[in-house]
């Protein structure tokens, strides 16, 4: 009987626990600016890489 009591206990206090819905939050706005950085990359790659083609077919 002890037991479940603790266990329930310990339900309860993960249900008031809100310090993980911020962890989430914080998650959720890092993985945004991680997706805006790929895609600023993968555009200046893009262009880097016409720009260097362009040059070595200059030489060529």
Known sequence: MRRLKAFFDLIAGFRRDRSGATAIEYAMIAGGIAL????AVRLVGTETAANFQ???DAFK
Not at 36 to 39: K, S
């Open 36 to 39: 805006v950085i790929i895609a």
């Open 54 to 56: 362009s040059a070595s």
